[in-house]
């Protein structure tokens, strides 16, 4: 549809830019900096910081940008970012830790540990709510606000009086009641506050030293602050032209959730440390950590197509070529640990909705060439496939080779949402023939979708054939009349 594309642009050619730390101007920039300012200002991304880790050390560690946009201070390797969810990650290694002392089995039910539970809940496992696949009520409402004000007794209260989701095992669904209950688990086997308990055995055996638990109403030396493009006019979200500040508390017992703060290089360290065996002593506690929960159906679940998996606290970003463990936190920061590789890369930044585990493959693939978009990766093996014949014999003929494919095997499928994704990453990459050509042939291969003529109606009005936009946005509307999209552009181009 229309806004995938114009949107990047205009945010693409933006006035916003990066600032440069002071560190940045002296140094000659490499390719991995000239990518990630140029994502910086398509996203209007104020402060990034980039640690890469190789055989275990930190081989590259960069700032970028802006920290603190009221005060116009430059971002160093001091700022302090929120991490939000990536908070769920220490959770997984302090349970694995108490299992490695023989306090606790993550296939043990929850009620073993905690008293006053409802009945449904009892045979839940501490695995099942690590993975997000325990079917428990949310302690936090549609506004995503914690119940009952985040009084603690009261929403504890409040959320044991509410219904199971769904049963346990049958799906992934994002939850944080689990992370409470964690919380009070981790508490009471280890003798300490959990905060204490992660701050004792993971920040200062890592060597975090500014690391910290915390929020946006904490004062905190060297704070990046945190930032959004969306606020909200009438009750509904709008999405501006620039950053405004965001404003994010998580009270004490939520902070098994979100509520770490810390840097790339701390995070770094934090990597290495549980790589090479600080923090977890045997190695199958770390393969336990990372491996994604199988769902009742024998599937795994996931947030996405990328983060497709959820292991202990740990999202996973399950394939074949270069998987990854890769937390993410907030929709600002993100980290990926290729288990295959000797390769692992955090991105933290201070803008909500900034998303960096989209980009952190393509800066992984500055390390291993094969991983960039350019060259394939990422694509279905369809769809990677139909590339490879099309390099060869040229874009021009995707119908006719994608009908010998076929013939040659016929299993050989296209589906219409890679096709759709593939053309639009094209697009993106200023590729505008080779993009028509694969929406000219999604259309051809779904005739009966709606989305499959809008995107093509969008080429074709980017590139200035109106007339023909116009076709097939009046066709995706035929196709399905709530197409808001096209019922737009439909009297845009046609004057009406």
């Given at each position: 549809m229309k806004t995938k594309y114009l949107r990047a642009a205009i945010l693409f050619f933006g006035t916003f830019a990066p600032a440069l730390t002071q560190a940045q101007q002296t140094q000659q920039p490499d390719s991995i900096d000239l990518f990630l300012r140029q994502r910086m200002q398509a996203q209007h991304i104020p402060a990034l910081q980039l640690a890469v880790i190789r055989q275990g050390k930190i081989v590259k560690l960069n700032s970028y940008g802006t920290a603190n946009l009221e005060n116009s201070i430059p971002a160093t390797d001091q700022s302090i970012f929120s991490i939000n969810s990536i908070t769920k990650a220490f959770t997984g290694v302090a349970i694995m830790q108490l299992a490695e002392e023989g306090k606790l089995k993550i296939n043990d039910p929850i009620s073993l540990y905690i008293d006053s539970l409802p009945v449904s809940w009892q045979k839940i496992t501490l695995k099942q709510v690590l993975t997000h696949t325990s079917g428990l009520p949310d302690i936090l409402d549609s506004n995503e606000q914690i119940l009952e004000n985040a009084n603690e007794n009261l929403a504890w209260k409040k959320v044991r009086t509410l219904p199971l989701e769904f049963k346990t095992g049958?799906?992934?669904?994002?939850?944080?009641?689990?992370?409470?209950?964690?919380?009070?688990?981790?508490?009471?086997?280890?003798?300490?506050?959990?905060?204490?308990?992660?701050?004792?055995?993971?920040?200062?055996?890592?060597?975090?030293?500014?690391?910290?638990?915390?929020d946006?109403?904490?004062?905190?030396?060297?704070?990046?602050?945190?930032?959004?493009?969306?606020?909200?006019?009438?009750g509904k979200p709008v999405r501006g032209n620039s950053p405004g500040n965001a404003y994010i508390q998580f009270p004490v017992f939520f902070r098994t959730a979100a509520g770490i703060l810390s840097t790339a290089k701390d995070m770094a360290n934090w990597i290495i440390a549980l790589k090479d065996g600080q923090l977890l002593k045997q190695k199958a506690s770390v393969e336990t950590l990372w491996a994604p929960a199988i769902l009742n159906n024998g599937k795994i679940g996931g947030f996405n197509q990328l983060t497709n998996g959820y292991a202990l606290g740990w999202p996973t970003v399950s394939r074949a070529e270069h998987p990854a463990a890769g937390p993410v936190g907030g929709g600002r920061s993100a980290l990926?640990?290729?288990?295959?590789?000797?390769?692992?890369?955090?991105?933290?930044?201070?803008?909500?909705?900034?998303?960096?585990?989209?980009?952190?493959?393509?800066?992984?693939?500055?390390?291993?060439?094969?991983?960039?978009?350019?060259?394939?990766?990422?694509?279905?093996?369809?769809?990677?496939?139909?590339?490879?014949?099309?390099?060869?014999?040229g874009f021009d003929q995707s119908a006719a080779i994608a009908a010998s494919l076929k013939k040659k095997d016929p299993s050989f499928n296209l589906n219409e949402n890679d096709l759709n994704g593939w053309a639009y990453q094209l697009l993106s990459e200023n590729e505008?023939?080779?993009?028509?050509?694969?929406?000219?042939?999604?259309?051809?291969?779904?005739?009966?979708?709606?989305?499959?003529?809008?995107?093509?109606?969008?080429?074709?009005?980017?590139?200035?054939?109106?007339?023909?936009?116009?076709?097939?946005?009046?066709?995706?509307?035929?196709?399905?009349?709530?197409?808001?999209?096209?019922v737009q552009h439909i009297k845009a181009l046609s004057g009406s």
């Open positions: 049958d799906q992934f669904s994002y939850n944080q009641t689990g992370y409470v209950i964690l919380g009070k688990i981790i508490t009471k086997l280890s003798g300490v506050h959990f905060t204490k308990f992660i701050e004792d055995r993971q920040f200062k055996v890592a060597d975090m030293p500014l690391t910290r638990f915390g946006s109403f904490d004062v905190i030396q060297h704070s990046a602050g945190a930032y959004t493009m969306v606020k909200f006019v009438g990926f640990v290729y288990r295959k590789d000797d390769l692992s890369i955090v991105v933290l930044t201070n803008l909500m909705g900034a998303n960096p585990d989209r980009f952190i493959d393509e800066i992984a693939a500055y390390y291993i060439p094969e991983m960039h978009q350019s060259n394939g990766f990422g694509l279905a093996p369809a769809i990677r496939k139909l590339r490879a014949e099309l390099l060869k014999q505008v023939a080779k993009a028509l050509s694969i929406f000219r042939l999604n259309v051809k291969l779904y005739p009966e979708s709606a989305n499959a003529y809008d995107s093509l109606g969008e080429i074709l009005e980017i590139t200035g054939n109106d007339q023909e936009a116009l076709l097939n946005y009046k066709k995706s509307l035929s196709l399905n009349p709530e197409n808001k999209n096209a």
